[in-house]
């Protein structure tokens, strides 16, 4: 009987590539993973996400170094199986937070390697020798390699099923939670993490559970779990319990969401540290639960009554973290801009760009505004990276703390005498 991976070998690396380049120190990183040195295990770790997984991109060296990866993880005596569940995961899908809080949807993520041909044209590119333009420049063939490895770990998504009852808690959370990303496999799993939600007594191992149910639940177009879960918003559940139900809700139900379950996230959204606090041991929105929470707010765009403007208000007020309350603001702003298309803009010069339009606003959204312009994030620095840039330009709005006062001087000055009132609900 052969020994552990000894089946390397018998693959030829050095015509795969990888994000740097030829994959020939590929076996060198996986055999890394059996060893007994905990450095050294850890090292091999990050040489595959840098290599295979680069940034969340997959390679030809990607799908072919699956089996070895499950081979490792089923091994008798493997440690660190919780970062191997979780670099398999990231194979399949990239980032598994790119896919929070709606899931993965197979069918719209391969639509480039669709386009190249039938199975037997794929099978050409495959069998080619590497070119690094192509490889590496071609949408459709990056499509492939990530198809290819998404396909080669669905295969074997019964590992994932078993691992759900293993003995190690890391394990068990991750094996979860990386069920939630294969939808084909969706029914058998669904089975199996409804146990782990109703059964389970850690609190963090079922709320992990939850928001596998609730993405699975989504894109099986299944909501019969939201109904279990409403016994989980109960003011004696845990923390992250209650909140994992209510997101959960938000995403199977949308606009039909409870009131009760709505208020558990608009409670959420008071208090971002505590929020983040109680997700801290199960992270799935990158963001952290706080923004999980806020994300699934803005999936709901529940109707802009005046307890659901005054809570998100408050919440704007005290935001202080540019990423996660960035995602806030965005949340209060899909309430009252709910058609992001019908945002009153004008051209303000010299960006060129256009503006919210302060003397076309209504009320409530010159209230959101002001909310949002109260924070302290506005005195923080840096203050127009990443997400506060990028919710700015969706919503037509600068991000510059200066320009932002200038903006609220501007809805403050012009919009008690020039917005029209405010609709119904507002």
């Known amino acids: ?43 091999g770790l990050g040489d595959l996400r840098w290599t295979i997984c680069h940034q969340g991109s997959r390679y030809r060296a990607s799908a072919p170094a699956v089996p070895f990866l499950f081979e490792v993880l089923e091994a008798p005596g493997t440690q660190d199986r919780a970062a191997i569940v979780g670099l398999l995961a990231s194979l399949a899908v990239g980032y598994q937070e790119w896919h929070v809080p709606l899931g993965f949807d197979p069918d719209g993520a391969f639509v480039e390697a669709g386009r190249l041909g039938q199975e037997s044209d794929l099978d050409e590119i495959r069998a080619a020798e590497p070119d690094e333009d192509e490889d ?20 074997r998504v019964d590992v994932f099923r078993r691992l759900a009852a293993d003995e190690d808690r890391d394990v068990r959370l991750a094996a979860v939670k990386a069920l939630a990303w294969f939808p084909a496999a969706g029914e058998a799993s669904l089975a199996l993490v409804r146990g782990v939600a109703r059964e389970q007594a850690d609190p963090d191992e079922r709320a992990n559970a939850i928001f596998c149910l609730g993405i699975l639940g989504h894109v099986l177009h299944d909501d019969s779990d939201a109904s279990r879960m409403g016994a989980e918003l109960s003011p004696d559940r845990p923390a992250a319990v209650r909140i994992a139900a209510a997101i ?80 806030l603001f965005a949340a209060l702003l899909s309430v009252v801009f709910p058609d992001g298309d ?72 012009h919009v008690a005498d020039h917005s029209p009132e405010a609709a119904p609900g507002e």
């Open 1 to 43: 009987m052969g020994g552990l991976l000894d089946g390397l070998d018998d693959v030829d690396w050095g015509r795969l590539s990888h994000a740097y380049g030829r994959a020939g120190d590929v076996p060198g990183f996986l055999r890394a993973l059996a060893s007994p040195d905990p450095e050294g295990r850890r090292k």
């Open 136 to 155: 590496d420049g071609d949408p459709g063939r990056l499509n492939l390699w990530e198809k290819d490895t998404y396909e080669a770990v669905l295969s």
């Open 248 to 327: 959960s809700m938000g995403v199977l139900l949308g606009r039909e969401i409870p009131d009760e379950a709505l208020a558990v996230l608009l409670d959420a959204a008071q208090d971002l540290d505590a929020t983040d606090a109680a997700g801290k041991p199960i992270p799935w929105h990158w963001l952290g639960l706080g923004g999980h929470a806020s994300a699934v707010i803005r999936h709901v765009r529940p109707a802009a009554t005046a307890p659901t403007l005054a809570a998100l208000s408050r919440a704007s007020e005290k935001v202080t973290e540019p990423m996660g309350g960035a995602e």
């Open 342 to 413: 019908a945002i009153p803009t004008r051209m303000v010069p010299p960006s060129g760009f256009p503006q919210v339009d302060p003397m076309r606003l209504t009320r409530a959204q010159a209230e959101a505004l002001r909310a949002i312009g109260r924070a302290p994030v506005w005195r923080k620095e840096p203050f127009f990276y990443g997400r506060l840039m990028d919710v700015g330009l969706e919503f037509h709005l600068p991000w510059d703390p200066k320009r932002y006062r200038e903006l609220v001087e501007a809805v403050e000055e």
